[in-house]
């Protein structure tokens, strides 16, 4: 059991932490030693959690399916899920179109700059969960903060960044793009499940409570290789692994690593009344 030390990435928008990454661009540490994850739990781990800060918006982007991206860019593809941690009054995110395109309507809409008027603007608050399948056209509004659980790719395609002088990939996104528009779960149900993660959220509400490291889905690829990822989204408190006999401080935005046959409890802190986790398989 130990905490992460997240890689972090500064953007034009704002920041993310990798606060579980053992991909190649930037790996997140053990806190404790200071090893990297890598070195931890194999090189080959299959997600990548990301604590998202947007203080302005991302670009109009779509990720490619595993095809693809293995015969394109010989890596993983890019699904992925958003939880939101805070958001600033009427926030939105782009999640999808708001009908079915043509290639060739969406082609000449980037060309005239009027991609906006095709997307698809949904309403988020704290608390919600949107599931962003490959090939989603989507956009994170500015004034969010996310934990953003996907497949260990690092794959973007831009289709449109709002007039910043980035690299753009028109072709291999409209060559990914499906007509997808995902709509929040608000509030979250606590519980989701896909073929390459799965998330529970898991209410401390007194101390002495266990932690509970089985999911539904036990056929999980994170949960084959034997760890789990626990986020602390609420509440401050100690962790104790009885396994080791060891004892950790929890805070929110914490993130913790723990072996699947491990028996976790949590003590809640005097001033705490809840302490809200969640687990990612």
């Known amino acids: 059991m130990f905490k992460t030390i997240p890689y972090v990435s500064e953007k034009v928008w704002g920041y993310e932490n ?34 998202i800060q947007a203080n302005e918006t991302l670009s109009v982007q779509v990720h490619p399916e595993d095809d693809y991206a293995a ?8 699904t992925e899920c958003w939880y939101i941690l805070d958001a600033k009054p009427d926030a939105t995110l782009v999640c999808g ?8 309507e969406l082609s000449a809409a980037i060309e005239n700059n009027t991609l906006d ?43 449109y960044d709002w007039g910043r002088p980035r690299e753009i990939h028109i072709e291999k996104g409209l060559d990914v793009t499906k007509a997808f528009a995902p709509e929040p779960e ?20 007194s101390s002495g409570e266990k932690i509970s490291l089985v999911p539904e889905n036990k056929s999980s690829p994170a949960y084959q290789t034997g760890f789990v990822s626990l986020f602390v989204l609420s ?11 060891k004892e950790i401080d929890i805070k ?21 009344k809840n302490l809200s986790l969640m687990k990612i398989f």
Do not use: M
Request: hydrophobic share 30%.
């Open 18 to 51: 990798w606060i579980v990454s053992t991909h190649k661009v930037g790996q997140s540490k053990r806190a404790d030693d200071n090893k990297s994850l890598p070195e931890i739990i194999g090189e080959d781990y299959p997600l990548l959690i990301k604590l």
């Open 71 to 78: 015969k394109v860019e010989n890596t993983y593809g890019k």
């Open 97 to 104: 179109l708001n009908k079915d395109y043509t290639r060739e």
């Open 117 to 159: 008027n095709c997307l698809k603007y949904v309403p988020v608050e704290k608390g919600d969960f949107v599931f962003i399948p490959a090939g989603t056209v989507h956009a994170i509004q500015g004034g969010l903060r996310i934990l953003e659980i996907q497949q260990p790719s690092d794959i973007t395609y831009r289709l």
């Open 186 to 205: 608000k509030p979250f149900s606590k519980d989701f499940s896909c073929n390459y993660f799965s998330l529970l959220q898991q209410d401390i509400k």
């Open 235 to 245: 509440g401050s408190g100690k962790l104790f692994s009885k396994t080791e006999n």
């Open 252 to 272: 929110p935005e914490d993130t913790i690593i723990v072996k699947t046959n491990e028996e976790i409890v949590v003590n809640l802190d005097s001033d705490c």
